[in-house]
């Protein structure tokens, strides 16, 4: 089964307009973390936002925040005030299991292509 | 700024050509990942190195190695580059088991390009 899934292959926004890239996931482990990151055409993979299962607030960085409802485990990414550099992949990862002394790998979802519209 | 770096950029072998990419880190982070990323796919773990244990994923073929001489660097070596091995290589690091980082610090390279002729 697939860990993350993200149900929009493409996405298109006008510029200044939010957008709203979808996440769920999919773990039997309490303790997780989910991040999504970005990715221009160039290739370099760039961190945005973090949130940790235990949580109680929605994490923000700046335009960014992160829609985390638990109980229906999806972590989706608000982009607030489009700009023509936004567009990008974007990519939902989930990191398993939050102890320390163990090195856990990022699972990443099949990514969102957005493209912000002038 | 403390960084991963990845070189080179871009790299272009023959098939069947022993190829080495690296990577370097000035974070101090004890776990290196290498992922493969093909086009239009999300990232996939090869295998990483916490401080000098090596960890292989099940489904890495073994015509890719890794190498760790010392926390900063970490190397991927692919034995006998096929057309299906061209591909986005993307290393990273995390903080896993030391710093006070909520989020493990993930942190990547830029990516290596390797186009297989």
């Known amino acids: 089964a697939q860990k993350i899934t993200q149900t929009q292959p493409g996405m298109f926004v006008q510029e200044k307009e939010a957008v709203t890239l979808d996440c769920t996931y999919d773990?039997?482990?309490?303790?997780?973390?989910l991040f999504w990151y970005k990715q221009p055409s160039s290739g370099e993979m760039i961190f945005l936002i973090y949130?940790?299962?235990?949580?109680?607030q929605n994490a923000t960085e700046g335009r960014y925040s992160l829609n985390f409802q638990k109980a229906r485990k999806s972590a989706n990414l608000v982009i607030s005030a489009s700009q023509l550099g936004d567009s990008a992949m974007y990519f939902c990862a989930m990191r398993e299991g939050l102890g320390r002394g163990s090195a856990r790998q990022l699972t990443f979802g099949s990514g969102t292509q957005l493209t912000v519209l002038p | 700024d403390a960084m991963v770096i990845q070189n080179p950029r871009y790299q272009v072998t023959q098939f069947g050509k022993p190829v080495t990419l690296s990577c370097s880190q000035t974070?101090?982070?004890?776990?290196m990942y290498w992922y493969q990323q093909k086009s239009s796919q999300a990232p996939k773990l090869l295998f990483h190195y916490y401080d000098k244990d090596f960890n292989n994923e099940a489904d890495t073929p073994d015509n890719f190695q890794s190498r760790r001489p010392n926390t900063s660097f970490c190397f991927l070596d692919i034995r006998s580059p096929g057309l299906g091995d061209a591909a986005m290589y993307l290393c990273?690091?995390?903080?896993?088991?030391?710093?006070?980082?909520?989020?493990?610090?993930?942190?990547f390279g830029s990516g290596t390009r390797l186009t297989v002729v």
């Open positions: 990273a690091t995390s903080s896993d088991g030391t710093g006070p980082s909520l989020n493990y610090g993930y942190t």
């Open positions: 949130q940790g299962s235990y949580d109680e």
């Open positions: 773990t039997s482990d309490q303790s997780y973390g």
């Open positions: 974070l101090n982070h004890n776990v």
